[in-house]
């Protein structure tokens, strides 16, 4: 045990000592491997450390340099023989261009030193002897507006950008507003997309108010955007962070569906509700009833698949007319299980159909020829319909008859003749079992499709 402690760690093993073995003889040679590389890294992270705060200490010193500099010809240069000592706006530069200028501030040099200016207040300075004001344009100002603008439109721009920029106040209200309703054309919008974000910097930095604009303006913006037929300028008002201070709602999406409708464009939809989805704007009932009538009319089946579910999804209540063009594009497709499947989902929400879902209904009992339970379903409307109501259920009978099935025959794609023959004989016995009921109505045996219902 003695001659055992007197062994020097660092001596070599003896053969005859236990205290040696293999796992500390690799950590004895693991620690001389990397103390060189540990001390170097110490020495580096000193070196970097010194490294930057001289370069704090020299940048200091050489913005205090700048600071004291006389006033030389390429910051500011004075004209001869002026009173004051300073040269009138139009023969002054600001330091914009300077390469050595400090982040915050900006500097004047007026006589023999460097009047620091924060930087936001760089259109406005007073001279510290005569006490003169001097006002600098902004260089994006009138004369930087491209295009074709309205006449109306550039003089209320020019109104706005002049209060903001050269008298730092708000402009009136009614001045925006009038701008948003005398925008014709694309040049007009971009520039109230230009006034919009002046507005939204003047109120940050000199007003202090960091809320939006309010969510009517939003609106009619993207509805000034629709008018005009800009709607990449209309899909920024949908953006929930935007340079421009707007507020998306769901009435703005609402105005450019209203454009995608009227021009029946199904991908402006899909890009629309790609937007709505990224921003968080909660889906509405209104939107599933222009969504589903556009669908409708481009004959997009899937689309409006799809979008029934991320609607039905979010829990939102669609419309009795929603319902209503949902299974009529069931029906015009011959799709009798989606018709049934809608029709469930309809009566969840609403328990007594309406005009339209009733005779859908019967029009799909007569797709699977059961022309009696289409007579029910029109017996059933005509007892719980009001008595303003009955003679608008004559009306969906003579279309039925006379107009559905040359238009649901298109979308057959087994024997048209043979579809056609049925569906007639199922007209015809229905308009029979309705009379069996207490309707009137005669047919014409030669051409059982060519009646005139007459309710009794």
Not at 154 to 183: F, H, R
Not at 231 to 243: D, F, M, Q, R, V
Not at 430 to 449: F, K
């Amino acid at each position: 045990m003695g001659s055992r402690a007197l062994v020097s760690p660092l001596s070599p093993p003896s053969p005859f000592s236990t205290a040696w073995d293999d796992s500390k003889v690799r950590l004895l040679h693991f620690r001389r491997r990397i103390r060189p590389q540990t001390v170097f890294l110490h020495r580096g992270m000193r070196v970097a450390g010194v490294a930057r705060r001289a370069s704090r200490v020299f940048a200091a010193h050489l913005s205090l340099s700048i600071r004291c500099l006389p006033s030389p010809q390429h910051l500011i240069g004075c004209e001869a023989g002026s009173s004051c000592g300073h040269a009138p706006p139009s023969k002054c530069r600001s330091l914009g261009t300077l390469s050595l200028r400090n982040r915050y501030f900006s500097g004047i040099s007026c006589g023999n030193g460097l009047i620091p200016v924060p930087s936001y207040q760089q259109g406005e300075w007073k001279h510290p002897n005569c006490l003169m004001t001097f006002t600098e344009h902004f260089c994006s100002g009138l004369k930087s507006v491209k295009g074709n603008p309205t006449v109306d439109a550039k003089e209320l721009y020019g109104k706005m950008l002049d209060s903001v920029t050269v008298k730092q106040s708000a402009p009136p209200n009614a001045w925006l507003w009038s701008l948003i309703e005398k925008c014709e054309n694309k040049d007009d919008i971009k520039l109230l997309f230009d006034i919009l974000q002046r507005l939204r910097v003047f109120r940050l930095s000199n007003l202090r108010i960091h809320d939006n604009f309010n969510c009517n303006l939003c609106q009619e913006v993207t509805k000034a955007c629709a008018r005009v037929g800009d709607i990449e300028s209309g899909k920024k008002a949908l953006w929930k962070h935007n340079i421009y201070g707007l507020s998306p709602t769901i009435g703005s999406v609402n105005h450019l569906l209203s454009y995608a409708k009227r021009h029946q464009d199904p991908k402006l939809v899909v890009e629309i509700m790609r937007l709505l989805k990224r921003n968080d704007l909660p889906l509405q009932p209104s939107t599933a009833d222009i969504v589903f009538s556009i669908c409708y009319d481009t004959d997009k089946w899937e689309l409006i698949s799809k979008y029934s579910k991320r609607f039905l999804k979010a829990g939102v209540k669609l419309r009795k007319t929603t319902f209503d063009i949902w299974m009529e594009f069931a029906v015009k497709r011959g799709d009798t299980e989606s018709l049934w499947e809608i029709e469930k989902l309809r009566s969840e929400l609403y328990k007594q159909p309406s005009l339209k879902s009733g005779f859908l209904c019967a029009k799909g009992f007569l797709l699977e020829q059961k022309p009696e339970n289409a007579a029910v379903a029109i017996q059933l409307l005509d007892q719980t319909l009001t008595d303003s109501k009955r003679p608008e259920i004559m009306v969906e009978l003579q279309k039925l008859v006379h107009e559905w099935p040359s238009g649901v025959l298109k979308f057959q794609e087994e024997d048209q003749k043979a579809s056609d023959a049925a569906l007639k004989a199922g007209i015809s016995t229905m308009i029979s079992c309705l009379s069996n009921m207490g309707m009137a109505v005669s047919v014409n045996p030669e051409n059982p499709t060519r009646t005139e219902p007459i309710l009794s």
